[in-house]
């Protein structure tokens, strides 16, 4: 694909969502940590369900220590997985305390320290809190890279790369919200909506014609 393609491509997505941002209810960096973390394996409508009874009760480093282990469990059992992303949450509470002074660090290498975070949750927390150029790949922004030729790669960290060497720097603080809203709701798994789609004139995927 062509530089051409690729601003027209954003320059469309951007028209139609001047203002993308993350489907995760949060107020602060660590209420988006926190939602980022759970949203492992899960769902963003799933998640916010348990966050808008957690975060009135405990939305800071302390408030939710002072929860332990079960007490946060019960505000996020209907989350996939929250045994294990209990335990993470309370440990990385507690290093948010003891090394942070309370506070979401804005540096790569102290977001991956934390348990439960790894480089996708960074760079949404990067991006999305603090405003880097970042670019959290997750499945949908995998496939949508892929499938239209925007920057296909073999897998995800090499996809990310590609991306921010290839999307025009106009675009790129907004990018990762433009594709994973377009994988989640045009350019699904099973059966894209070619014939829906904004872009679909400037996508390369071989099978379009099969879904037009």
Not at 37 to 53: R, Y
Not at 184 to 200: D, F, H, L, Q
Request: glycine share 6%.
């Amino acid at each position: 694909m062509n530089k051409q393609k690729r601003i027209e491509i954003f320059t469309r997505l951007r028209e139609a969502n001047p203002n993308p941002t993350t489907e995760l209810n949060y107020s602060s960096p660590f209420e988006l940590l926190i939602a980022v973390i759970l949203s492992a394996q899960a769902t963003d409508v799933g998640v916010n369900k348990a966050t808008d009874k957690l975060f009135p009760v405990a939305n800071t480093p302390e408030a939710i220590l002072a929860l332990g282990v079960d007490g946060l469990k019960e505000y996020i059992k209907t989350i996939g997985l929250f045994n294990s992303k209990a335990e993470n949450v309370i440990k990385t509470c507690r290093i948010l305390i003891d090394k942070h002074d309370g506070q979401v660090p804005e540096r790569r290498e102290d977001l991956e320290a934390l348990p439960g975070v790894g480089r996708k949750t960074a760079n949404v927390v990067l991006n999305t809190a603090f405003g880097h150029m970042a670019m959290a790949v997750d499945t949908h922004i995998y496939r949508v890279s892929n499938r239209t030729g925007i920057a296909p790669g073999k897998n995800v960290l090499e996809v990310e790369n590609r991306l921010m060497r290839l999307v025009p720097k106009e675009f790129l603080l907004d990018a990762h919200h433009w594709l994973i809203l377009h994988g989640r709701y045009t350019c699904t798994a099973r059966k894209p909506k070619c014939g829906a789609c904004i872009i679909e004139d400037l996508c390369e995927f071989k099978q379009k014609r099969d879904y037009l």
